[in-house]
C-alpha cells in the first residue's frame, strides 16, 4: 500500500491534518495507537477560552473540523470577556469528552481518500534527507511521499506520581519509544517537556450544595460558522467553582518532598508551562495568598467523572486522597482518577519552516504538542496548517503562511518557529500585537477567501460568506448614508444621548457609546441579520484604534516583504554581534521582518544584515 | 528606510548657521508642516526658500530651507536641509519640531548607509561608513542611558515596572476570566495610575535636565555690581574666535544671545546685552537687574573685585544665590588683595586683564554639574533631542488613554495605548519587547489548571 501523506498520531493535530489532506484528494493514512482514544481529551474537558477559542473560529473559517465537532459535543458554552471589548471576546465550552471523539472518528471514517490504521509509529524512513515511508515498530513499512508527525506527549512519555516514573502515555495507553531517538540520530534537536493534569473525581461523592454555579449564556453560540446550535439552552450542565483552604495548604505543603517535582523524583529534565502550574507550584510560588480557586467540570454525559481543574499535582495517591478531601464538599470524595505529572520529548520548533515542515527533512511535517505547544485548539490548528502545507507542497505550490495581523494561527507559528520555547507554549491573547484586528467575529472575513481557494471550503458555504460581506458593505454604505435630524430628538432623548442640532449620519451617531447599533435600525430600509450589524457597530465604534492597528500592520507587511536570501552566509559578517548571529544562524529567518523579532537580534545587527543583503 | 529621519549636520554651537537635515518619503510634507513659506511644498527642486520655523504660532527661526527632490541627491531620496542660526537652543528645537512631526532621528551614519543602499556610493566607501555605524551604536547606546543619567534611567525603568503591572493585570484579566480571585483592573485605578505617572515623568523632565545641560548647553548668567570687570572677563571668555552671538530678537523662547564654548562645556549666555554695549555707560547692569537675572539661569558667574572689600549690595546678591548653582569669581587679581573672601564659596580668583586662571571657571562649573565624567561627543546632543521627543510621545499617550477612558473605550482598547506608553519608555532606555510581558503576568499572578 502506498500514501501520499502519512499523519502520525490521532489527536487534536492528527486529525485535522489527516482531515485537510484528504478533503484536499490526497490519499491519506491516519497511524494511531489506539483507534478509540482518536480525538481523545486527556486533561480538561472544554474547546476554546480565551484566544484559543478564537483559533477555534479561524480553523472551521479555513475549512478545519474543531468548530464544527465541538458544535456537536457541548455540554455548556459561553463568550468571555464580553464586557471588556470586541477584541478579546473568545468562547469557551465545556465539551462531552465521549461525544467529541465519537463524532470525530465518525467523520474521520466518512471521509473520502482517507484510512485508518491502529499501529505504532517507530521511524520515518527518510534516504537522502526526504520522506519515503515509514517504518512501523511491527517490522512493517509503508511507502508516502509525505509525513506529518502528529505525537502529542507520547513521544518518550513518563507519568510520574510521588516518587515513581514509569514509561506511559495518557490514560494508560502505549508510549511511542523509538520514533524520538530516531528523530535525533536524524539530527533533531529534542526538548524535554512536562505537563500535568489534576484528579477525576465521582460526581456523586460530591457535595455540591456549598460551591458557586457556573452556568453557560443564555444566548446561542456556534463556534462554526456554518452551523445552526446544536443544544438546548436550558439544558446546559454546570460547572461549580470552589476554593481551596489552609488545611489543603498545610498537606500539601508537609508532603512537598513527596511531590515528583519537588524531590520525589531526582531526575525532572522537563520543563512545565508556566500558565499552568502544579497546585504544589502555587502554594510554594504564591505562598501568601489564602486560598486557590477550584473548578468541578464535568467530563461527560455518559460517565461520572468530574475534572478537578486548578488541582493538577504529581503528589503520591495517599498525599492526593488526603488534599482531595480538605476541599469543601468532597469531605467525601472518591477520587476516580489520581493527578500526575507527565515528561516527553518535544522537537525544538526552531528547526521549522513557516510551513510547518522541517527543515533537515524534505516533506516531513510536525504539528501539535510535538512542537511544544501545549492545548487543543494550538495543536489542532497546526494540524491543519501542516495538512494544507504538506498537500501544497505536494503539488508543487506556494506555502500557506498566515501572518501575525491575519490570525492568531499566524503569532503562534511564528512565534514557535521565530522565538523558540522555553516552556510548553499556549496562546495568549496578549501574544497578539494586533488583536484588534484578530477578534472572534471576523474570523471568516480574514480566512474564508484561504479556506475556499485551498479546497476546504465548499463553494455553497463560500457563496453564503461572500453573501454576509457584501451585506455587511451595504450596511455600512446605509449607515453612512441614512441621516438623523434635530426632528428625531424626542427618540434620542429616549436613548439618553446629546440631541442634534445639525443632520448627523447613523454611522456617526454609532460612534457614540451609548447608543446600540439595534437602537438605529428601524431607521433603516433593509434589514440586517446580527452578525452584520455587529460589523456595522465595531467598524464604526472602534474605527480610530482599528485603523492604528491597521496602520501599525502595515509596517510589519513592509518589513516581511523584504526577503532575506536563503543562503545567505551569516559567518561572513564579521560585525555581527556572537549572539545575534548564532541565533540568526540557528532561526535563518526568512524576512527581515522575522529577523527582527529574534530575541537578540538587535537593530544594528539588522542594518549590517540589510547592507550585506544590497552588496550580495 | 521607509521612514524619513532627520539629523542636525553641523558641529554644536561653533559656527555662525546649523544645518538640520532631512531625508527620506515624507521629508518635504514634514517641513513643510513647521514652515512658514507655503510655496515650499510644491517648490522645483535644487532651491532654496526664506521663511521661518513655527511651533504652532511661535516663531522659532528665520531660517532659508533648501529642497532636494530625489532622485539627484545623496541619499538618492527627497533631502530638505534647514539653515538655521547656531544657536543650540534653536537647532535643538527644530530637531524636536520634525521629530515631534514624524521623523525619526538619524542613527549615526544613516545618511551614508542610505546613500550606499540606494546605490549612491559604493561598498568600499560604505564600509568604512559600517564600522563607524558599529563602533558609535555601542557609544549611542551607553550615551543615551547616560545622558538620561543613571538616576533618571532606573526612574524611567520604575515607571515601566509600574505601568507593566497595570498591562500584566488586564492581560490576567482577559486571559483568564474566570479567576474571580484576582484582582479586575479598573478605570478607575488606571486613570490614579495615569496621573502619577505624568508627574513622574515631568519630573524625568527635569531631573534630566543636568544631562541636556551638558547637550544643550548651560544657561549661564554673569552678575555682579557695577565696575567689578564684567565686561573684561565676558569679552576674555568671549575671546576672538571662541563664541558666536546670535542675535535675532523675539524669535527664541528664551533670551540666550551668545553661546560659549570652553573646552566641551556649551554656556548660553543670557542677557548680555547690558554687558557687552558698555563703553561709555561702564557695565549698565547692577544689582536689581542680577537678581532678576539670577532666577532664569541654570548657573550663575557671580563676578566681585579682589581689591575691594565686599559691599551691602554684593551680600544681597549673594543671599539670593544660595539656593542655585553659582561659582565666584573674584576679578583683578592684578591688583591687591583687599576682599574678605572668608564669606564666598565656589570661588576662583582670576585675572581676566592678564587672562589669569580663567579655564578654571569650566572645571568649576562641570563639578558643579558633576560632569565630569560624560563624554562629550555630537551623539548625545542628539540623544537628548531623542529621548525629549518620546517623552513628548509618551505625554501624547497618556492623554490618548485619558480620551478613551471618557469616551468609555472598553479595556482592550484603552491598553493598546498603555502599550504605547511601555514601549515608548522601553525606547528610551533602550528595552524592548520581548517575553517580559509574560514572565511579568505569570509571576505576579497565579493562574492555570
Not at chain 1, 516518587?163 to 495518557?170: A, F, L, S, V
Not at chain 2, 537687574?289 to 550663575?300: F, G, M, Q
Request: glycine share 6%.
Amino acid at each position: 500500500m502506498e500514501y501520499e501523506v502519512i499523519v502520525v498520531g490521532g489527536g487534536h493535530a492528527g486529525c485535522e491534518a489527516a482531515l485537510a489532506c484528504a478533503r484536499k484528494g490526497h490519499k491519506t493514512l491516519l497511524v494511531t495507537g489506539n483507534i478509540n482514544n482518536i480525538a481523545d481529551m486527556p486533561c480538561n474537558p472544554s474547546i476554546g477560552g480565551s484566544a484559543k477559542g478564537i483559533v477555534v473560529r479561524e480553523i472551521d473559517a479555513l475549512g478545519g473540523e474543531m468548530g464544527n465537532n465541538a458544535d456537536k459535543s457541548l455540554l455548556q458554552i459561553k463568550m468571555l470577556n464580553t464586557a471588556k471589548g470586541p477584541a478579546v471576546r473568545s468562547l469557551r465550552a465545556q465539551a462531552d469528552k465521549i461525544t467529541y471523539p465519537k463524532n470525530m472518528l465518525k467523520t474521520l471514517e466518512s471521509t473520502d481518500n482517507l484510512d485508518i490504521q491502529e499501529a505504532l509509529v517507530k521511524d520515518v524512513l527518510t534516504p537522502d534527507n526526504k520522506v519515503s515511508g515509514v517504518l512501523l515498530e511491527a517490522g512493517e513499512v509503508i511507502k508516502t511521499k509525505a509525513v506529518i508527525l502528529t505525537t502529542g506527549t507520547y513521544m518518550n512519555a513518563d507519568i510520574m506520581v510521588g516518587d515513581t516514573r514509569h514509561r506511559e502515555g495518557p490514560h494508560g495507553e502505549k508510549p511511542s519509544n523509538y520514533l524520538s531517538d530516531n528523530l535525533a540520530k536524524k539530527g533533531f534537536i529534542i526538548k524535554r517537556l512536562k505537563t500535568g493534569t489534576p484528579p477525576r473525581i465521582a460526581k456523586d461523592s460530591i457535595d455540591f450544595s456549598e460551591a458557586k454555579r457556573e452556568d453557560g449564556d443564555s444566548v446561542y453560540h456556534t463556534f462554526s460558522f456554518d452551523n445552526e446550535p446544536m443544544y438546548d439552552i436550558d439544558k446546559q450542565v454546570p460547572c461549580y467553582l470552589i476554593y481551596t483552604n489552609n488545611e489543603t495548604h498545610k498537606i500539601i505543603r508537609d508532603n512537598l518532598n513527596k511531590s515528583s517535582m519537588y524531590g520525589g523524583l531526582s531526575d525532572i529534565k522537563g520543563v512545565g508551562p508556566r500558565y499552568c502550574p502544579s497546585i504544589e507550584d502555587k502554594i510554594v510560588r504564591f505562598s501568601d495568598k489564602e486560598r486557590h480557586q477550584l473548578f468541578l467540570e464535568p467530563e461527560s454525559l455518559y460517565y461520572d467523572d468530574i475534572y478537578l481543574q486548578g488541582f493538577s499535582t504529581s503528589m503520591p495517591y495517599d498525599v492526593q486522597e488526603k488534599m482531595v478531601h480538605s476541599l469543601p464538599g468532597l469531605e467525601k470524595a472518591k477520587i476516580l482518577k489520581y493527578a500526575y505529572a507527565i515528561e516527553y520529548d518535544a522537537i525544538y520548533p526552531t528547526q521549522l519552516k513557516f510551513n510547518l515542515e522541517t527543515k533537515l527533512i524534505e516533506n516531513l511535517f510536525t504539528a501539535g504538542q510535538i512542537n511544544g505547544t501545549s492545548g487543543y485548539e494550538e495543536a489542532a490548528c497546526q494540524g491543519l496548517m501542516a495538512g494544507i502545507n504538506a498537500c501544497l507542497k505536494l503539488e508543487g505550490k506556494e506555502p500557506f503562511i498566515l501572518r501575525r495581523d491575519e490570525a492568531y494561527i499566524g503569532v503562534l507559528i511564528d512565534d514557535l518557529i521565530t522565538k523558540g520555547i522555553r516552556d510548553p507554549y499556549r496562546l495568549l491573547t496578549s501574544r497578539a500585537e494586533y488583536r484588534l484586528l484578530l477578534r472572534t467575529d471576523n474570523a471568516d472575513l480574514r480566512l474564508r477567501e484561504y479556506g475556499h481557494k485551498f479546497g476546504l471550503v465548499s463553494d455553497e458555504k463560500y457563496e453564503s460568506f461572500l453573501n454576509k460581506k457584501e451585506n455587511i458593505e451595504k450596511a455600512i454604505l446605509e449607515f453612512k448614508e441614512k441621516r438623523l435630524t434635530p426632528k428625531n430628538n424626542d427618540y434620542l432623548e429616549t436613548l439618553g444621548t446629546k440631541l442634534l442640532k445639525d443632520g448627523v449620519s447613523l454611522y456617526d451617531l454609532l460612534r457614540r457609546p451609548e447608543i446600540k447599533v439595534e437602537d438605529l435600525t428601524k431607521f433603516l430600509d433593509n434589514e440586517y441579520d446580527s452578525e452584520v450589524l455587529e460589523q456595522v457597530s465595531i467598524s464604526a465604534k472602534y474605527e480610530g484604534y482599528i485603523n492604528k492597528s491597521l496602520r501599525e500592520a502595515e509596517k510589519l507587511k513592509h518589513l516581511e516583504n523584504k526577503k532575506i536570501p536563503e543562503d545567505i552566509d551569516y559567518d561572513e559578517m564579521h560585525n555581527l554581534a556572537s549572539e545575534a548571529k548564532q541565533k540568526l544562524k540557528e532561526v535563518r529567518p526568512l524576512t527581515i521582518g522575522q529577523a527582527m523579532r529574534i530575541s537578540g537580534v538587535n537593530p544594528a545587527d539588522i542594518s549590517i544584515l540589510t547592507m550585506y543583503m544590497k552588496r550580495g | 528606510m521607509d521612514d524619513t529621519i532627520a539629523a542636525i549636520s553641523t558641529a554644536q554651537g561653533v559656527g555662525a548657521i546649523s544645518i538640520i537635515r532631512v531625508s527620506g518619503t515624507d521629508a518635504i510634507k514634514i517641513v513643510s508642516k513647521i514652515f512658514s513659506n507655503k510655496k515650499f511644498l510644491g517648490a522645483p527642486s535644487h532651491t532654496i526658500h526664506y521663511g521661518y520655523i513655527m511651533d504652532g504660532d511661535e516663531r522659532i527661526d528665520e531660517v532659508l530651507v533648501t529642497i532636494m527632490r530625489a532622485p539627484k541627491t545623496f541619499t538618492k531620496e527627497d533631502i530638505v536641509e534647514i539653515n538655521a542660526h547656531g544657536g543650540i537652543m534653536t537647532t535643538d528645537k527644530i530637531l524636536e519640531l520634525l521629530l515631534f512631526n514624524g521623523c525619526r532621528l538619524a542613527e549615526p551614519g544613516e545618511f551614508t548607509k542610505r546613500a550606499f543602499l540606494n546605490g549612491r556610493i559604493d561598498l568600499t566607501e560604505a564600509e568604512g561608513v559600517m564600522d563607524l555605524i558599529n563602533s558609535k551604536t555601542d557609544i549611542s547606546r551607553k550615551i543615551a542611558l547616560n545622558q538620561v543619567g543613571g538616576k533618571v534611567s532606573s526612574m524611567i525603568s520604575d515607571l515601566r515596572d509600574e505601568l507593566a503591572g497595570i498591562i500584566a493585570n488586564i492581560e490576567v484579566n482577559i486571559d483568564y476570566p474566570e479567576y474571580e480571585d484576582i484582582e479586575e483592573m479598573t478605570i478607575e485605578k488606571i486613570n490614579s495610575n495615569l496621573s502619577e505617572l505624568e508627574s513622574k515623568i515631568d519630573k524625568i523632565l527635569k531631573e534630566s535636565k543636568n544631562g541636556e545641560i551638558l547637550t544643550n548647553g548651560i544657561k549661564t548668567a554673569i552678575v555682579g555690581k557695577p565696575n567689578v570687570g564684567k565686561s573684561s572677563l565676558l569679552n576674555r571668555l568671549i575671546g576672538e574666535d571662541k563664541a558666536i552671538v546670535t542675535d535675532i530678537q523675539g524669535t527664541t523662547r528664551d533670551s540666550v544671545e551668545a553661546t560659549l564654548r570652553i573646552d566641551n562645556l556649551i554656556l548660553n549666555l543670557i542677557d548680555t546685552a547690558g554687558i557687552r554695549k558698555t563703553e561709555d555707560v561702564v557695565e549698565s547692569i547692577g544689582v536689581d537687574k542680577s537678581l532678576k537675572l539670577i532666577d532664569e539661569a541654570d548657573v550663575i558667574l557671580f563676578v566681585v573685585n579682589y581689591n575691594e572689600k565686599l559691599s551691602h549690595d554684593d551680600l544681597v546678591i549673594l543671599d539670593k544665590l544660595k539656593d542655585k548653582n553659582y561659582i565666584t569669581i573674584v576679578n583683578k587679581t592684578d591688583l591687591d588683595k583687599k576682599i574678605d573672601d572668608d564669606k564666598l564659596s565656589n570661588v576662583v580668583y582670576v585675572s581676566a586683564l592678564n587672562d589669569d586662571n580663567i579655564d578654571e571657571i569650566g572645571n568649576k562649573i562641570k563639578k558643579l554639574f558633576d560632569l565630569e565624567k560624560i563624554e562629550t561627543t555630537d551623539l548625545t546632543y542628539l540623544t537628548s533631542a531623542r529621548s525629549v521627543a518620546i517623552l513628548r510621545k509618551v505625554l501624547d499617550s497618556v492623554k490618548a488613554v485619558r480620551k478613551g477612558i471618557e469616551e468609555n473605550y472598553p479595556i482592550d482598547m484603552v491598553e493598546i495605548d498603555l502599550k504605547d506608553i511601555w514601549n515608548l519608555l522601553g525606547e528610551i532606555i533602550g528595552e524592548s519587547y520581548d517575553e517580559e510581558l509574560l514572565d511579568q503576568l505569570f509571576s505576579r499572578f497565579c493562574v492555570g489548571k
